[in-house]
Nanobody, 131 residues
Framework: QVQLVESGGGLVQPGGSLRLSCEAS????????IAWFRQGPGKEREGVAC????????YYADSMKGRFTIAGDKGKNTVYLQMNNLKPEDTAVYYC????????????????????????WGQGTLVTVSS
């Protein structure tokens, strides 16, 4: 069964950290990149970070640089999103996604409504940043 399953969300205080996981099954991340998106209450879905399946290059939305780190473990077929110094405005459902027709990380992160380039999504994991 082809799946993306996110985990690791939860409640964290401002300034805290979380590591989200995106485990792929039914296909190999040796061949497909993974992008993380998030959607906050009443907001459009926005790109966070992306890792290329071809060469492992990493990319970040400008507003996410410095606090978020994306990394892959091909042995576990899993991509991680390390989030540090979290702020209340980071509260959102975080999704990982890919597309089996291929996609470019710079395109999905840089384009308006870039999430529309990705056709396969996990169910999301909720991150709440609050004191």
């Amino acid at each position: 069964q082809v799946q993306l399953v996110e985990s690791g969300g939860g409640l964290v205080q401002p300034g805290g950290s979380l590591r989200l996981s995106c485990e792929a099954s039914g296909f190999s991340l040796d061949y497909y990149g993974i992008a993380w998106f998030r959607q906050g209450p009443g907001k459009e879905r926005e790109g966070v970070a992306c890792i290329s399946g071809r060469d492992g290059s990493t990319y970040y939305a400008d507003s996410m640089k410095g606090r978020f780190t994306i990394a892959g473990d091909k042995g576990k077929n899993t991509v991680y999103l390390q989030m540090n110094n979290l702020k209340p405005e980071d509260t959102a459902v975080y999704y990982c996604a890919t597309d089996f027709e291929g996609f470019g990380c710079t395109v999905v992160l840089g384009a308006a409504l870039g999430y529309r380039y990705l056709g396969f999504w996990g169910q999301g994991t909720l991150v709440t940043v609050s004191s």
